[in-house]
């Protein structure tokens, strides 16, 4: 049986030695910003985006190295999301991976340049990759548009911040799978997507990625309410249990926990059958299908 949460702890290990040297340019009193910004992508994160990016890469045969810089790129991008999310303009979080959040850690303005520099750091990663000029532009596009204000996380996180003032919703299923869609979603499909680029995927096989990804996406996101609401604060390293407090819009509080771990085990059992055709190569895809609903952090 594959031991997913050792593989993944293995690729962290090789993936945190990699992504750290990308800090060491740094010097001056402008520093600062780069310490907070390898603060917050140094602080533990689980790194299933850079894993997505690297199994689905490896499915055509690339290696590790031939898909870190998409990989790093995409942890960058991440970090930002959570520093800003973090920030008391938006979410107010103290903790985040068990720490004290950037803004805790450094101070507001700080927290808020170090997300700005790593945003654009992921884009210039990806400039400078040793990807072809089409694989660089088509990465390029597709994490532009799944991290950006039309259809993609920053919609997601605006649609979130408005669906908290709105009482009533006339079809609050249908705005939750349009926030987590958005907020979350985008970034787990770029990074199937960004594998299938650089493995030179066919259209038949972005699309079964894409689906996969799909999946595992609202499954993700019903775990992670899930673990706001019953999770153990020690485990998951930030604040719980703030959903039902701000009677936020979520899937747990739509549907309750149980229909929500039966919708998301539903969820899972369809993303393995989707990777399926992919044979044997595909079996660390639906070990981590299922690591992401049974995950306690
Ligand atoms: C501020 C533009 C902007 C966007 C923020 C991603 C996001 C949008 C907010 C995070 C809020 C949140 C907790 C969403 C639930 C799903 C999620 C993205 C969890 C964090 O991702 P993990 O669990 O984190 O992969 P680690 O720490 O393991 O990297």
Redesign the pocket.
């Known amino acids: 049986m594959i031991d997913i949460k050792e593989i993944l702890k293995e690729y962290s290990a090789r993936f945190n030695a990699e992504i750290e040297t990308l800090f060491n340019d740094a010097s001056g009193p402008e520093a600062r910003v780069v310490e907070a910004m390898k603060y917050s992508v140094m602080n533990?994160?689980?790194?299933?985006?850079p894993y997505l990016v690297y199994e689905t890469a490896g499915l055509f045969g690339k290696s590790f190295e031939q898909s870190f810089q998409a990989a790093a790129s995409l942890e960058m991008l991440?970090s930002y999301?959570?520093i800003?999310?973090d920030l008391p303009a938006?979410?107010n979080d103290d903790l985040?991976?068990g720490k004290p959040t950037c803004h805790k850690q450094f101070d507001e303005a700080t927290a808020i340049l170090a997300g700005d520099g790593l945003l654009t750091y992921a884009f210039e990663i990806l400039a400078k990759a040793d990807y072809s000029a089409d694989v660089k532009i088509e990465l390029i596009r597709l994490l532009s548009q799944g991290a950006g204000a039309f259809k993609g996380?920053?919609a997601?996180?605006m649609l979130d911040l408005y669906a908290e003032k709105v009482t009533n919703p006339e079809n609050p299923l249908e705005l939750i799978g349009h926030i987590e869609e958005m907020?979350?979603g985008c970034l787990l499909s770029y990074a199937c997507e960004a594998g299938a680029v650089i493995g030179g995927a066919d259209v038949q096989q972005r699309k079964i990625l894409h689906d996969y990804s799909r999946k595992i996406g609202i499954a993700?996101?019903i775990a992670?309410d899930i673990l706001d609401a019953e999770g153990d604060p020690q485990l998951v390293g930030k604040t719980l249990k703030k959903d039902k407090d701000q009677n936020k819009l979520t899937f747990v509080n739509c549907y309750g926990v149980e229909k929500a771990r039966r919708i998301s085990t539903d969820l899972i059992n369809q993303a393995v059958e989707i990777v399926s055709v992919f044979g044997n190569r595909g079996r660390n895809l639906q070990a981590l299908a299922h690591f992401i609903i049974d995950r306690n952090f």
Not at 44 to 49: F, V
Request: charge should be positive.
């Open positions: 533990g994160g689980k790194r299933l985006r991440h999301s959570l800003h999310d938006m979410d985040r991976r996380m920053v997601g996180q907020k979350t993700f996101q992670d």
